[in-house]
């Protein structure tokens, strides 16, 4: 039998404390060393989260500012400095190539067009094409003046000839072309055609007949009498209208065309001749602008002319 010391029950008591708080130190310590591991853990995946969602917003990012600035870049204006600073309507004429590639090619080659074929494109763009080929076709000779109109002319019809068609818009009239100022003898080749049928009168044919009878007038275009004088030459009867509603309006209905000559307005921004064709059920009337399809396709209160009118010829047979 083992002899113990007295005080050994309280050594071993002592002891097995002792035991017990390591025991429970070492418990305690692992748990929060697996509480550190787990938090540890927890924020690097956390983290690689985080730098996962911040490159993918990031590349969200750059592929809608790529595609923004992609976007603007072909919706973005041609430059302007490479059109010269003082040719006129420049504004407009940029904002016009914007629209139309030749008006883009008509302004890189700028120095080839005069000046009132620019302004005439920004007044009416329907002639774009007419200018862009001025270089090459102005002004026309008469190795080639064969002019065929018979496909306009319908028995009972005012035909309408513009002034631009490039049949005749390059010849001159005077000192320019016809496309410019040839709008007088362009009318009355409309009321001549419509009235005799006669389709060798087309509208080179009575500029020229202009020209050599003294109705053009340099810086003016036609002069007045070409619709009275002029016209009589051609087997017409012209008549000085007043500017009445009442006149025009008979007139239209039985079947007379009207020349109008006129002021500043709708039509024109320094002066113009333009036909009166008819005048419908509703009182409206109809016109032929030799310079514009726009314009000859509208149907136009008879206001316009009792304001904007300065001169009026009825024509018949």
């Known amino acids: 039998m083992e002899n113990y010391p007295d005080n050994y029950s309280k050594v071993r008591n002592n002891t097995n404390r002792k035991q017990n708080r390591r025991t429970a130190t070492g418990v305690i310590f692992f748990l929060l060393s697996c509480g550190l591991i787990a938090f540890m ?3 690097i995946v956390n983290q690689g989260n985080s730098i996962a969602n911040n490159v993918r917003s990031e590349e969200i990012n750059f592929e809608y500012e790529r595609e923004v600035t992609t976007r603007e870049n072909v919706t973005a204006p041609e430059p302007t400095e490479e059109y010269p600073a003082d040719i006129p309507n420049r504004e407009e004429l940029i904002e016009l ?5 030749d008006v883009k090619t008509i302004l890189k080659n700028v120095e080839n067009y005069p000046d009132e074929l620019l302004e005439l494109i920004v007044r009416n763009p329907e002639t774009i094409k007419f200018v862009l080929d001025y270089p090459n076709k102005y002004p026309a000779v008469d190795e080639d003046s064969s002019i065929d109109i018979t496909q306009e002319y319908k028995e ?9 068609d490039q049949r ?3 010849y001159n009239y005077g000192n320019s072309p016809i496309g410019l100022s040839g709008c007088g003898p362009t009318v009355l080749s409309m009321v001549i055609v419509a009235l005799t049928g006669d389709t060798e009168k ?18 003016s275009g036609s002069s007045w009498s070409l619709m009275t ?3 009589e030459s051609f ?9 009445s509603e009442k006149t025009i309006k008979s007139n239209l209905r039985e079947g007379n065309p009207i020349v109008v000559s006129l002021r500043p307005g709708d039509f024109t921004t320094t002066g113009h001749f333009i036909v009166l064709t008819g005048i419908t059920d509703e009182g409206k009337i109809t016109v032929h602008d030799p310079n514009s399809i726009e314009r000859s396709n509208k149907e136009w209160d008879i206001d316009v002319f009792m304001k904007q009118s300065k001169n009026l010829w009825a024509f018949s047979s």
């Open 41 to 43: 853990a927890y924020k």
């Open 97 to 101: 190539a914007g629209k139309y590639p």
């Open 156 to 164: 009972g019809d005012i035909p309408l000839f513009l002034q631009w």
């Open 168 to 170: 005749w818009g390059y």
């Open 202 to 219: 087309n509208p080179k044919f009575v500029s020229d007949f202009s020209y050599e009878n003294g109705y053009f007038v340099e810086g």
């Open 229 to 231: 004088d002029g016209a």
């Open 235 to 243: 087997g017409l009867n012209s008549t000085v209208l007043p500017l």
